[in-house]
């Protein structure tokens, strides 16, 4: 017997779990002096097609002074097709923000991330930005923000689709990043839409280095907390290494808790 599987299944099983009991939204402009997030989801698949797909997400803030507030967005994502590993990536967001309760507040971020479909090996950028809230209810949040950071990528090839990158798998830049988040609830709560969108992130010194990455998601709730959670991520980057493609698209199942502590 085979039990690879059915370790696989049950750790996929026992995340879910975890991501259950302790999901909740994290909105640095809340006075909670601790907030914490997580979620996992993932699916095991074997017969004529075997695929093994585990996707999570950690987020939480501190709010170690009273003006002071330190936001951490992780995640991670694992592919695998007939046990040939096609994903394997993780992305961290640090932010320091100040004052994050006024309508307009700044900010400095430091990212880290890796790729392996993209063959990117780490990509690390660093900066400053203005973040305006345009609504901080409830129900509706919708934030926008604008940053200028400075981006060093390091590829596994030295061979781009724009060749005037050939020859040092390096790229090192500055870059604009626009960003646009939020959540709404449905009147009853009955559904709840949220966004994470960096809609437009171009190079200051070349027109065709940019990219796109948003996620849209839904909760529909079940029962006492419990949601079924929809996520649908897309990610368009256009300078790439040959013969990778530019656009990446992902849709996950789940499900998800929300819990707010007054």
Not at 129 to 135: A, D, E, I, S
Request: glycine share 4%.
């Amino acid at each position: 017997m085979n039990h690879k599987p059915f370790c696989q299944s049950v750790c996929i099983l026992a995340f879910a779990f975890i991501a259950v009991c302790v999901n909740a939204q994290v909105n640095e402009s809340d006075t909670a002096k601790f907030q914490f997030r997580a979620s996992v989801t993932g699916n095991y698949q074997q017969g004529n097609v075997e695929v093994l797909t585990i996707k999570s997400r950690v987020d939480f803030s501190y709010a170690p002074v009273k003006y002071l507030v330190f936001k951490s967005q992780n995640s991670s994502l694992y592919q695998s097709f007939y046990a040939k590993k096609a994903d394997n990536d993780i992305y961290s967001r640090n932010y320091f923000y100040y004052n994050p309760q006024r309508v307009v507040y700044p900010f400095g971020i430091a990212y880290i991330s890796t790729n392996y479909r993209r063959q990117v090996g780490t990509r690390f950028f660093g900066g400053a930005g203005l973040t305006v809230q345009l609504l901080n209810r409830p129900l509706q949040v919708v934030k926008v923000s604008v940053a200028s950071v400075y981006e060093t990528t390091s590829f596994s090839s030295n061979k781009f689709n724009y060749t005037r990158y050939n020859g040092s798998n390096k790229i090192e830049l500055w870059r604009a990043t626009a960003y646009l988040g939020g959540w709404h609830y449905l009147p009853n709560r009955h559904l709840r839409i949220y966004y994470d969108a960096y809609y437009w992130q171009p190079a200051l010194n070349d027109r065709h280095n940019y990219r796109t990455q948003f996620d849209i998601g839904a909760d529909v709730p079940l029962f006492k907390g419990i949601a079924f959670n929809v996520l649908y991520a897309f990610t368009h980057e256009n300078v790439t290494v040959q013969n990778i493609w530019q656009d990446d698209k992902i849709l996950t199942f789940g499900l998800a808790y929300n819990f707010r502590k007054k």
